[in-house]
């Protein structure tokens, strides 16, 4: 019975000391991380691979690396671009632990050191840069940022896989003045294109007139149909073109008629020295006798044809002297 109880006892310390060993030895390493071995504090040439690895107990001490792409987004950083506009850009670096053991030894720590070159680099770039670049050309940008991250990171075992510029922050004032330029330049395309229509459409007019002046009654028939095009859609008002012919016709008629009451209301010419009384129309016309008989004849003679009064006697309702013939 004691001798069962000793072997019994001896087994269990056995399986403690295994225990204990185990839980010194062996570790655990995971598919997407690498073991970095420090033996006494020097960094072991050879890394673990994933899975169940053993370690000397006390002297080895195990380091795990992920090597998985990290996501370091870069806090927005503020600088003045090559063209004197002031912005604010943000960034987010993509990267990877290219060799573990350069990783753990030659940094202290890579995450915060990746995060402080990214943002110098970011701001340096933001100097080197113009704002139109900024906005619309940003892969050349990204490469350059790119490679002043990736320079200092080799020494470090880091693998920077792309660097990519998130978003750029404008001013206000900024804003306004390219949304204005922006405006512009659409009001301008508009106003050309505008422009090349109506020179297409004064072709087709030019086009139509020539055909619709060679025949009138397409005119008329444009009349009419722009007439039923307009009665078709109900409105209240109906707005009828008024030909030109016509307007035409009406203002040589009214300029005829100022014309002739022009002429009625002419007043008559003076009679002078050897020049003939005008006779108003309608009003028959006498002939005068020649001045040299009209001196040689008697005052008291009357004319052919009419009756000359006798003498020493006046006609009735005439007041005047008695004419003499002298002896």
Known sequence: MLIFDAVLGAVLGAIGLVGVWAGLSLRVVQQFQRGVV?????????????????????????????????????????GITRDNVTVRVDAVVYFRVEDPVKAIVNVQDYNFAISQVA?????????????????ANREPINQGLELMIDSPALGWGIEIDRVEIKDVALPESMKRSMSRQAEAERERRARIITA?????????????AAVMSATPAALQLRLLQTVVEV?????????????????????????????????????????????????APGVEQLELPPLEELLEQSPLDAPDGV?????????SGQDGPRVERAG
């Open 38 to 78: 420090f033996r006494f504090g020097r960094v072991r040439p050879q890394l673990r691979e994933p899975g169940l690895v053993a370690l000397m107990p006390v002297a080895d001490r195990l380091r795990r690396v992920n090597v998985q792409i990290v996501t370091l987004p870069i806090p927005a950083q503020e």
């Open 119 to 135: 943002q110098t680099s970011l701001r340096s770039i933001i100097g080197k840069s113009e704002l139109d670049d900024l906005l």
């Open 196 to 208: 090349d229509g109506e020179y297409q459409a004064s072709a087709r007019l030019s086009e139509a």
């Open 231 to 279: 009665a078709a859609e109900k409105n209240s008002t109906l707005v009828l073109p008024f030909p030109v012919e016509l307007l035409r016709f009406l203002d040589s008629a009214t300029d005829a008629h100022h014309r002739s009451a022009a002429q009625a209301e002419e007043p008559p010419a003076e009679v002078g020295t050897g020049a003939a009384e005008a006779v």
């Open 307 to 315: 009756a000359h009064p006798e003498p020493g006697r006046r006609e």
